[in-house]
């Protein structure tokens, strides 16, 4: 146990850059890189199936008792177990189970009682929704005790350990997604729709963005355990949550399945705000003056990724700076036309003569509208959060294992998209030189079949219940 613990405690603090602050020359080493050999191609993979999917959730803070509230709703499934460090979390979750047939094993009370729950028999698929730098961890930990994974995003904060993840998930044969709901967004999903049947001509760049003000999350004292977020801050530079935008992008340009990733450069702004935040809070509040003299990763971060077939990718990240609303920009550009999501309302572009009508918008929007809207719309809007994609990431995720399909995201995707997070923050670092992006799928990405079936080829009868 004490070199289990040993492990996982090294592995967080230093995805972290908690174990003794950022160490000497990091920014002069490239992020780290190993030969690897494919062993066994996870995209498409179909595992056996499953009439039940018995799931245990990691981690009941956030998003975890949201995923639980949608699971719950889905036929074919049993929560099995739950954990959290902290008892009260466990036993404020336990109550949305009230009424239900779901009785799960309660873990808590300890930091690595996680470890327990992977190895609990009677599980299927591990849900983990814990702070990201102990994703990668907790997910290989899972797969090695047989479990399916489903992580909350980014699914790894260092290129090791994106390695790792892909490394154990083709050598387990199991299932490693990570839970972008974003990409289940409805203008996503009919933008991607739109890009398959060719509207959009040769798609060429995108631009995408999670840009929205977590001041006041990143320094409330109760929101998020032991205030990761805020020492996360302190401790990375770069793009450190670049999936909700990114995902999305990745989809509609095949990347893993035609393309992928070639390099990137990063570049970000100063901090202007969080260090000020900090000490103004300190003179009032003791709880924060160890936070008052951090240096605070900056304002808006911007990262440009060309792929290798010449296509480019603007990411952009700003959780500091004052705004409204999420903007979570999602913009295709080809060579036939443009569709843009924020400012809103949505808009679409044909042949670059100028915005479309709203007439002539829902008249597109209603002939690209792919399946999987026409079937799960209405109940989107009851059940699902983020715009309904929680509901459909959940359901597709459920009906996929029950019935033998694959996912509609992999392990390669897991890799290659967080893996933006420790490139961009290397290439801040050397004053934005670029750095390659490694080829998670060790060449299979010429041949690999596009995933993300949003018109349900592969389907079942997987059912919400009301």
Known sequence: MNSRRNFIRTAGLASLGLAAGLPEGYASLPPGRKPHKQQFNMSGFRAPKMNTVKIGIIGLGQRGPSHLSTMCHLEGVEIRALCDL??????????????????????????DIWMKLCGQEDLDLVIVTTPWYMHASMSVYAMEHGKHVASEVPAAGTVEECWKLVETAER?????????NYAYGVFQLLTLNMARQGFFGEVVHGDCAYN???????????????MWWLRLYASRRGNIYPTHGMGPVAQIMNINRGDRFDYLVSMESNDFMMQAQARELAQTDDFFKPFADKTYRGNMSSTLIRTVRGKTILVQHDATSPRGPHTMIHAITGTKGLAQEYPLPPRISR??????SQEEYDRLAKEYTPKIIDRMGELTRQFGGHGGGDLLECWRLVDCLRNGFPLDQDVY???AWSSVVPLSEWSVLNRSNSIEVPDFTQGAWKTNEPNMDINLTNCGETRVLT
């Open 86 to 111: 902290r008892p009260e979390k466990v036993n404020q979750v336990v109550r949305i189970l009230e009424g239900t047939n779901h009785k799960p094993t309660l873990y808590s009370g300890d930091k």
């Open 172 to 180: 387990t044969k199991k299932h490693m997604i990570m839970l972008e």
């Open 212 to 226: 929205t003000s977590k001041m006041g999350n990143n320094f409330s004292k109760t929101l998020y355990w032991d």
């Open 351 to 356: 042949d670059l003569k100028g915005w479309l």
């Open 413 to 415: 995707d897991a890799a």
